[in-house]
């Protein structure tokens, strides 16, 4: 797997500003208590769903079908009145970027499915001490 990022970072202060401009936008729909801040992704979750599609080949060379994840925001039917933040659910993005939605290999199983839900909304799981947390 590479391991390098191609993607630069942001300064704090650019991300600040963009969270800013975020809950100020939603706040107009969502109150305040029930805008979503932040959603954990847990590691081996996402670990997991890489070497679901990893293939291995004679030489050792590893190579990857996915172009990423996609994180859909979803809401719950037990949390229509939102006592709780809004999650996230995770689908695999094969190479053309495409949505892996139904995974040909599990077909005919009882969750045929490649749509997880295994992200951990905040504020259940924050870091309250973050400089990208207390903002306004």
């Known amino acids: 797997m590479n391991s390098t990022i191609n993607t630069p970072t942001i300064p704090l202060r650019d991300a600040q500003l963009r969270i800013e401009r975020y809950r100020k936008q939603l706040s107009a729909y969502v109150p305040q208590e029930n805008l979503p801040c932040a959603i954990l ?3 081996d979750d996402l670990l997991a ?9 004679e030489e050792g060379n590893i ?11 979803a809401v719950k039917a037990s949390d229509q009145e939102l006592p709780d933040d ?5 689908v695999p993005v094969d190479l053309q970027g495409n949505d892996v939605v139904v995974n040909p290999d599990k077909l005919g199983g009882v969750d045929d499915t490649e749509i997880y839900d295994f992200t951990k909304p905040c504020p259940t799981e924050c870091d309250v001490k973050s400089p990208l947390y207390d903002l306004p």
Request: charged share 20%; proline share 4%.
């Open 41 to 43: 992704i847990p590691i």
């Open 49 to 57: 769903i890489i070497k679901q599609y990893e293939t291995v080949d």
């Open 63 to 73: 190579t990857n079908k996915l172009r990423g994840v996609r994180a859909y925001f």
């Open 86 to 90: 809004i999650t996230a659910l995770i």
